[in-house]
């Protein structure tokens, strides 16, 4: 069975300030990997995915993660971050390409931006 | 963009008592939709994969005579908790998939958060 992890329950980083949230996967096969962002009022947001090709995957609102198969790991980063930034993020991982299947959830990081 | 909304947003019922819940894509037409349970402080849990015209898809440890997931249309998907205990308190969120989008593709509800009493 697949699984995500997400070491950090909360981030704090200071506004203008990089940011990597980190995510490790546990899967048999070839992984689609996704990064949501989930505000308090608003669904979740797809912020990007990675299903094959280039490692380097670019999303929307700056954000961009990396896919590293020795490592299990799809990471997020942006360099700047700005206080519209802060909110819950999950990293999950689909068991196809086609969404057929319900997506595997980690437990999320809580990003806090400090002014 | 493809959007997914949720109704009612909040409900507080009565132990013993059944919720249902309404998950509708808005502009276009989902085959497809699935029921994510998630905690306080929690990750999402997928519930059941629903299918337009047939019977959900439940994951291991959901009950399916609890929860129960009609899927009539294709743009309405419900969710019934049948006789509600505090237990069942919890936030629910839908998603549905896109036809034919990019490779795992789901849009969100802003979720539906149930207290039972």
């Known amino acids: 069975a697949q699984s995500v992890t997400q070491p950090d329950i909360h981030i704090t980083v200071s506004e203008g300030a990089s940011l990597e949230l980190r995510c490790n996967y546990s899967?048999?096969?070839?992984?689609?990997l996704f990064w949501y962002v989930q505000s308090p009022g608003q669904g979740l947001q797809l912020l990007l995915k990675?299903?094959?090709?280039?490692?380097l995957v670019q999303g929307i609102k700056g954000f961009e993660a990396e896919f590293k198969r020795s490592q299990s790991s799809f990471n997020l980063r942006k360099p700047s971050v700005h206080w519209s930034d802060a909110a819950e993020y999950f990293c999950a991982v689909g068991a196809s390409g086609g969404g057929a299947d319900g997506l595997t959830f980690g437990k999320g990081t809580h990003l806090i931006i400090q002014p | 963009g493809a959007v997914v909304s949720q109704h009612p947003s909040w409900v507080i019922c009565k132990s013993g008592t059944s919720v249902k819940i309404e998950c509708r894509s808005l502009?276009?037409?989902?085959?497809?939709m699935f029921w994510y349970r998630q905690f306080p402080k929690q990750s999402l849990m997928l519930m059941a994969t629903s299918n337009e015209g047939s019977k959900a898809t439940y994951e291991q440890g959901v009950e399916k005579d609890k929860f129960l997931i009609n899927h009539a249309s294709l743009t309405l998907s419900t969710l019934t908790v049948t006789s509600a205990h505090p237990e069942d308190s919890s936030f629910y969120i839908c998603s549905a998939r896109v036809p034919l989008a990019g490779v795992g593709e789901q849009y969100f509800g802003p979720g539906t958060r149930l207290t039972v009493t």
């Open positions: 990675y299903f094959s090709g280039d490692t």
């Open positions: 899967y048999g096969a070839t992984p689609y």
């Open positions: 502009d276009f037409q989902a085959t497809t």
